[in-house]
């Protein structure tokens, strides 16, 4: 069983940063591949941001692509999404996921993530 906690959300203006972290249980952290997702009220959960096992691989949705980054410290047990330039539409819960089953590679679908944190909230006022 893993446990995600999501943390560094917040309110924050358009063109501001925040870095979000999910530090994870477990001392298997660094065989899992990482995701972050959000979901806006009224919309579905979708895809941000994913990282491999040891951080070589990343991949991002093109809304995010340049503004955000995602990284990992595999001795903290944590993965972090750094997010500049952000805009009003970048509203919504964030969450992380870990998926166990396939360490290489990048997953972009919610069911191919076993776990998931429980959400915080970024909002971004104009």
């Known amino acids: 069983q893993v446990q995600l906690v999501e943390s560094g959300g917040g309110l924050v203006q358009a063109g501001g940063f925040l870095r979000l972290s999910c530090a994870a249980s477990?001392?298997?952290?660094?065989?899992?591949?990482m995701g972050w997702f959000r979901q806006a009220p009224g919309k579905e959960r979708e895809f941000v941001a994913a990282i491999n096992w040891n951080g070589g691989r990343l991949y991002y949705a093109d809304s995010v692509k340049g503004r955000f980054t995602i990284s990992r410290d595999n001795a903290k047990n944590t993965v972090y999404l750094q997010m500049n330039s952000l805009k009003p539409e970048d509203t919504a819960v964030y969450y992380c996921?870990?998926?166990?089953?396939?360490?290489?590679?990048?997953?972009?679908?919610?069911?191919?993530?076993?776990?998931w944190g429980q959400g915080t909230q970024v909002t971004v006022s104009s």
């Open positions: 477990g001392r298997t952290f660094s065989s899992y591949a």
């Open positions: 996921a870990a998926d166990p089953g396939s360490p290489w590679l990048l997953k972009t679908r919610i069911h191919e993530y076993d776990y």
